[in-house]
Structures are given as structure tokens and as C-alpha cells.
């Protein structure tokens, strides 16, 4: 198993799981300081949502086929939202718009996989985005695949766009944990020097990079990141889970607070699907 793949999808899923209960909640009006329950989803501590649910579903793909087959991938959704596979307890209970659309257009037989992403520019939601990071982990891959691997759900420019940022910066850590962005790209800097009343934390796959981006590059520690992207509100998971993967290879998975880890759900399933 890549271990850092590992603190990568860890640190995701775990930032998932601490974002749910808080899902939709608005910033200032919570103090989210750990794992817990209840909330938005009314789900137990350590339940993690669709985001974590995707990339173990593409993390098995890769697994089982030994590199990115992507109408495996969307086959891996489709068993994931009608068949509740790849969850943490046996059910989807979350799932976006244009993902949702996409899955069911691919069912129905009405388009070829690779086009049933959302292409209005209504469909840039952060669905894409938050499931990209398997593909940063293949030691051979193209920028077009990274747009491929979006436009099974989210097919607009914009997604596509943000999806292979996001995928740079992962492979910038996991080539150096210790890179500095700010001295080599000054989209970053832009993104960091903000104010938090600056940084927009909504379901919008430019809000939810750029959120994400101004998390990690503001913190200190894993800890620090996450709960920072948590407590700015609107898509919590999402944003703590995009904030967490890049946390994740930057300070390692013993930097991810064993409580946490321990109450994580389904930790067996996890483990199977990574590559």
C-alpha cells in the first residue's frame, strides 16, 4: 500500500467526517472543536459522506484494474448510490445534483460514460473536485485524464479546471512534503494572503479550492487546517476533506490525532481500497 496515499485518504476522511455534522450550518453560528455526532445528517461520530465514499470507490477501480478505467469508475458510483457500496454504513445518504444526474444518465444508457458529466455552467459544484485525489497517485498519468476523470460527473471547463490545480498541488507534496507554495505560485499567495471574511466557503468548486487552499496554507498543523476549514461553514465536509488530504501529506498520518482515527467508521473498508 502507498503510504502516502494512505495519510492522503486519511487525511481526507477524516476531514469529511468531522465536516458532516455541520453540513450547511453558517459560519459563526458553531464551534466545531472535534468528532462528533448528530447535526446536520444526524449520523454517529466518525461518518464520513459521498465525498470519501467516490474516492474509495475510484481507489478500488484502480486497485482491481491496475490503472484508471473510467467506466469502471462509474460503475463503482452507480454501486455506490443504488446499492449503498463504498459507504460507511451501508446506505448513501448524501449525494450532489449533477453527480446524482450523471449516475442515472449513465444507467439509462442515455449517454456513453465519459459524457454524462454536467456541461451547463450551472454544474460546477465541487463534486469532481472532491473525489479527484486517486489519480494524483498513478506514476503515470496525463492532464487529460484528469479532465476525463471529472467529466463523469461534472464536465464544465471550470470543474475540469480546479480538478487538475488541485491535482498539481498534490503532486508537489508528494514529491516534497516540505515544498513552499509561496514562492512559486502567486494564485496561492493571492489565496493565503486573503482575510477569512474574504475566503468563500459554499459548494462552488472555485469557492471550495480556493477555501481549501487558504486552510492549509494558513495553518500550521493538521489539526489546525482542518478545524479552521470546518469552522468557516457552508460545505464543511468537503472543504475539511479537500483541506485534510493536502494536511495529510504535508504533516504525515501520525500527525492526525489517533482519537480521530480511532472513531472513524469503517476503517476496514478503507484500508481494502487503497492501491
Not at 448513501?92 to 439509462?108: L, P, Q, S, V
Not at 476523470?149 to 508528494?174: A, D, P
Not at 488530504?245 to 504525515?252: E, N, R, T
Request: hydrophobic share 40%; net charge negative.
Amino acid at each position: 500500500m502507498n503510504e502516502k496515499l494512505k495519510a492522503a485518504v486519511y487525511g481526507f476522511a477524516v476531514g469529511d467526517a468531522l465536516g458532516v455534522p455541520f453540513e450547511f450550518k453558517e459560519r459563526g453560528s458553531f464551534d466545531c472543536l472535534g468528532m462528533v455526532g448528530g447535526g446536520t445528517w444526524k449520523q454517529p461520530a466518525g461518518t464520513w459522506s459521498d465525498d470519501t465514499s467516490m474516492i474509495l470507490a475510484t481507489c478500488e477501480s484502480i486497485k482491481h484494474k491496475g490503472k484508471l478505467d473510467l467506466e469502471d469508475v462509474m460503475l463503482n458510483f452507480a454501486k455506490w448510490y443504488y446499492m449503498g457500496e463504498f459507504t460507511p454504513h451501508g446506505e448513501c445518504f448524501d449525494i450532489g445534483r449533477t453527480t446524482r444526474n450523471a449516475i442515472e444518465k449513465y444507467m439509462d444508457c442515455e449517454q456513453k460514460y465519459i459524457f454524462c458529466g454536467g456541461t451547463d455552467e450551472r454544474s460546477n459544484g465541487n463534486g469532481s473536485l472532491m473525489r479527484i485525489l486517486p489519480i494524483a497517485f498513478l506514476p503515470e498519468f496525463k492532464v487529460n485524464d484528469v479532465r476525463n476523470l471529472s467529466r463523469l460527473t461534472h464536465g464544465h471547463e471550470i470543474s475540469q479546471n480546479c480538478c487538475v490545480h488541485y491535482v498539481w498541488f498534490m503532486r508537489k507534496l508528494i514529491d516534497d512534503p516540505d515544498c513552499n507554495f509561496r514562492y512559486n505560485d502567486l494564485y496561492f499567495v493571492d489565496i493565503v494572503n486573503r482575510t477569512m471574511d474574504e475566503v468563500k466557503s459554499t459548494g462552488y468548486v472555485v469557492d471550495s479550492l480556493e477555501a481549501a487552499l487558504w486552510c492549509f496554507g494558513t495553518s500550521k498543523s493538521y489539526v489546525e487546517a482542518v478545524l479552521k476549514a470546518v469552522n468557516l461553514g457552508g460545505d464543511t465536509d468537503t472543504i475539511a476533506a479537500l483541506t485534510g488530504a493536502l494536511a495529510g501529506l504535508k504533516w504525515g498520518l501520525e500527525a492526525i490525532p489517533e482519537k480521530w482515527i480511532k472513531q472513524l467508521a469503517n476503517k476496514e473498508l478503507i484500508d481494502s481500497c487503497l492501491f
